[in-house]
């Protein structure tokens, strides 16, 4: 896997391929499910994540080449915003022009896309340290998030420290379980 930076595909791209492929799945449940199998310890080196995937998300059937790219492309980047321990990690969700109720609502599917990708990983059969089955808990609790809110600044205030506390609770779960790729000088030349 590179290190180099990667363009990470976009939430619109996403979508359109999600809608063509007639996936029944959202661009940040499709996030989601990728960065829980990046912080869950899910190997990231063996491309393991892609039969993972398909059985989650598509009833274990394969995906169109085209989404196919899009989502390897999606799981590099974020392996690689993850790895690079410069908290960099963005979660994907509804667009900021968009209702703040839908923009909660991706975020609700996000955390559990998340969670359910978590448990596929290594990280999911240890014995889970009291802080991240506190965290789990606490995006379990945020996956029945109300999304019947307003556009107040308030309210998007309180949006706002909450879509943060996932994004660092994603990352603490990395630090704990992620598997980092090995160098690129670690790894033996087959000739």
Request: hydrophobic share 35%; glycine share 8%.
């Amino acid at each position: 896997m590179s290190q180099q930076p990667i363009e990470k595909t976009s939430l619109e791209t996403l979508s359109k391929a999600l809608d063509m492929s007639e996936i029944g799945a959202t661009a940040s449940e499709c996030h989601g499910v990728l960065c829980g199998f990046i912080c869950g310890g899910i190997n990231v080196e063996d491309n393991s994540w892609s039969g993972a995937f398909n059985d989650l998300m598509n009833d274990g059937l394969g995906l169109p080449i085209d989404l196919k790219n899009l989502l390897k492309n999606l799981f590099e980047a974020s392996v690689n915003d993850f790895v690079s321990g410069e908290y960099q990690v963005k979660l994907m969700l509804a667009s900021d022009s968009q209702p703040l109720s839908e923009v909660a609502f991706s975020l609700a599917q996000w955390c559990e896309s998340f969670m359910a990708g978590f448990a596929i990983g290594d990280g999911s059969k240890k014995k889970l340290p009291k802080e991240i089955n506190e965290t789990l808990s606490d995006l379990g609790q945020i996956c029945q998030i109300d999304t019947d809110i307003d556009d107040s600044e308030e309210s998007q205030r309180t949006f706002e420290e909450i879509a943060e506390y996932v994004r660092l609770s994603a990352i603490l779960c990395f630090s704990e379980f992620g598997k980092k790729p090995a160098p690129a000088s670690d790894k033996k030349n087959i000739h």
